[in-house]
């Protein structure tokens, strides 16, 4: 038998719940330190940081206990961490805390995971608007010409602005009104930041929205079901893009993920 759109958006919700409160799922972000290219220290963790051309690098004792993925010993002495955006990237662990090398717009900085953080400890789930069918609408996607692909200067959650790529806009109608997107494009799929007249109010400030990728006519699907938190929404310490101009639609999207529950 196959699963109805219901059963499948309650699928998605439920896993969306897991992987947020995983030991090393958003929740238990407690820290992003920016690296400078001198050596530093970084609150509760052993050695001392900083950056270079290649990436983030950590001197430290054995004694310390900090382990690089795939090396047996523990560190001992000076060693490089690729970053995320590197094919090769490195994690690194102290007992049960990850630490996740990143590099943003050319800065580089350290993710500190806890399992114990407090956001994890309190999560009690994510509220959700009931699914309705007919928030889920075809969307046809229109790609920017190459000399008009581009990056737009938004404001990110941290109070910096950063360049956010988009290569296309999407057309669709919902509720009785028809819209454009800015979106973001690849091989797998699109995706968003959008902001409605329920945001800061009923949901979050703003949401993620994901299409399947666009066939050969550029038709795709928008199902604003599935608009979700963004990472900030669920620890302070990530940097989410603000929805750039023109995304932030005029009526309420009474669909999709709405606020992180606390006990």
């Given at each position: 038998?196959?699963?109805?759109?219901?059963?499948?958006?309650?699928?998605?919700?439920?896993?969306?719940?897991?992987?947020?409160?995983?030991?090393?799922?958003?929740?238990?972000?407690?820290?992003?330190?920016?690296?400078?290219?001198?050596?530093?220290?970084?609150?509760?963790?052993?050695?001392?940081?900083?950056?270079?051309?290649?990436?983030?690098?950590?001197?430290?004792?054995?004694?310390?206990?900090?382990?690089?993925?795939?090396?047996?010993?523990?560190?001992?002495?000076?060693?490089?961490?690729?970053?995320d955006t590197d094919p090769a990237a490195d994690t690194a662990s102290l007992g049960e805390v990850l630490l996740v090398p990143i590099e943003r717009e050319g800065e580089l900085a350290l993710r500190v995971l806890d399992p114990e953080s407090p956001r994890r400890a309190a999560?009690?789930?994510?509220?959700?608007?009931?699914?309705?069918?007919?928030?889920?609408?075809?969307?046809?996607?229109?790609?920017?010409?190459?000399?008009?692909?581009?990056?737009?200067?938004?404001?990110?959650?941290?109070?910096?602005?950063?360049?956010?790529?988009?290569?296309?806009?999407?057309?669709?109608?919902?509720?009785?009104?028809?819209?454009?997107?800015?979106?973001?494009?690849?091989?797998?799929?699109?995706?968003?930041?959008?902001?409605?007249?329920?945001?800061?109010?009923?949901?979050?400030?703003?949401?993620?929205?994901?299409?399947?990728?666009?066939?050969?006519?550029?038709?795709?699907?928008?199902?604003?079901?599935?608009?979700?938190?963004?990472?900030?929404?669920?620890?302070?310490?990530?940097?989410?893009?603000?929805?750039?101009?023109?995304?932030?639609?005029?009526?309420?999207?009474?669909?999709?993920?709405?606020?992180?529950?606390?006990?």
């Amino acid at each position: 038998m196959t699963a109805t759109a219901a059963e499948e958006w309650k699928h998605w919700s439920d896993r969306r719940a897991a992987t947020v409160s995983a030991p090393h799922g958003q929740l238990a972000l407690t820290g992003t330190y920016w690296l400078e290219p001198g050596p530093t220290e970084i609150p509760g963790l052993p050695g001392v940081w900083w950056a270079d051309a290649e990436g983030v690098r950590v001197r430290a004792a054995a004694s310390d206990g900090l382990a690089v993925a795939g090396s047996a010993a523990p560190v001992d002495g000076e060693v490089l961490l690729r970053p995320d955006t590197d094919p090769a990237a490195d994690t690194a662990s102290l007992g049960e805390v990850l630490l996740v090398p990143i590099e943003r717009e050319g800065e580089l900085a350290l993710r500190v995971l806890d399992p114990e953080s407090p956001r994890r400890a309190a999560f009690a789930g994510i509220s959700a608007y009931p699914y309705a069918p007919e928030w889920a609408v075809p969307a046809v996607f229109t790609p920017f010409e190459d000399e008009q692909a581009q990056s737009v200067v938004v404001p990110n959650a941290d109070g910096k602005e950063r360049p956010l790529a988009v290569t296309g806009r999407i057309e669709f109608t919902v509720a009785g009104e028809h819209r454009t997107l800015t979106v973001s494009g690849s091989a797998t799929g699109l995706s968003g930041v959008i902001a409605d007249a329920t945001s800061g109010r009923d949901t979050y400030r703003f949401r993620f929205i994901t299409l399947p990728a666009p066939d050969a006519d550029g038709r795709t699907v928008l199902d604003l079901n599935r608009a979700y938190l963004p990472p900030c929404a669920f620890a302070d310490h990530f940097i989410c893009p603000f929805p750039p101009p023109g995304n932030r639609l005029d009526f309420a999207v009474e669909a999709g993920e709405k606020q992180v529950l606390t006990r």
